[in-house]
T-cell receptor
Framework: DAGVIQSPRHEVTEMGQEVTLRCKPI?????LFWYRQTMMRGLELLIY????????DSGMPEDRFSAKMPNASFSTLKIQPSEPRDSAVYFC????????????FGPGTRLTVT | RKEVEQDPGPFNVPEGATVAFNCTYS??????FFWYRQDCRKEPKLLMS???SGNEDGRFTAQLNRASQYISLLIRDSKLSDSATYLC???????????FGAGTILRVKS
């Protein structure tokens, strides 16, 4: 069974450009989480969904960030406009009903904004 | 104060050594606790849950001290393949959010 799939794996963009990160959770998982990891701040939860509905977006840094989950098998995280301080590894994770502590992470998208 | 604090290390140990990491958490209402492992440039993966009574999984032993609000992970007979960053993780009483510590780096050398 395929794990969590993220694309692209690497993204290099210029400041001011729009960036869209994509995630396909594991089939049957009803929770989806977006995280950001940097050396300075570690792994931070940005937003999570349950059954495609955003539950907590308190970790989203600012209005430049938005996330959607139009169906159970797809989610996007968009940054518009991007800034150099957004450079990080962005992980998507999913979990089964009742086991939100056991999160399965995707390989991450390494974003560099120049 | 950070919600979850860990010694960043690195801990450099020889193969076969026993090594222990501690982690402290600030929210006394935290409900559940875990250790995740993250290899270099890879994604985090669940290593084990931490129960009040303590639990063991092979060479790994996890302990929880609620009174002092700390969690520990003990690795016996270290292997080269144990080299990784170990993330202490706390599930707060609200919702389904996990809070990750910054991680402790372990390097096992031959």
């Amino acid at each position: 069974d395929a794990g969590v799939i993220q694309s692209p794996r690497h993204e290099v963009t210029e400041m001011g450009q729009e960036v869209t990160l994509r995630c396909k959770p594991i089939s049957g998982h009803d929770y989806l989480f977006w995280y950001r990891q940097t050396m300075m701040r570690g792994l931070e939860l940005l937003i999570y969904f349950n059954n495609n509905v955003p539950i907590d977006d308190s970790g989203m840094p600012e209005d430049r960030f938005s996330a959607k989950m139009p169906n159970a098998s797809f989610s996007t995280l968009k940054i518009q406009p991007s800034e150099p301080r957004d450079s990080a590894v962005y992980f998507c994770a999913s979990s089964r009903p009742g086991t939100t502590h056991e999160q399965y992470f995707g390989p991450g998208t390494r974003l560099t904004v120049t | 104060r950070k919600e979850v604090e860990q010694d960043p290390g690195p801990f450099n140990v020889p193969e076969g050594a026993t090594v222990a990491f501690n982690c402290t958490y600030s929210n006394s209402a935290s409900q559940s606790f875990f250790w995740y492992r993250q290899d270099c440039r890879k994604e985090p993966k669940l290593l084990m849950s931490v129960y009040s009574s303590g639990n063991e999984d092979g060479r790994f032993t996890a302990q929880l001290n609620r009174a002092s609000q700390y969690i520990s992970l003990l690795i016996r007979d270290s292997k080269l393949s144990d080299s990784a960053t170990y993330l202490c993780v706390v599930n707060l009483s609200r919702g389904n959010k996990l809070v990750f510590g910054a991680g402790t780096i372990l390097r096992v050398k031959s």
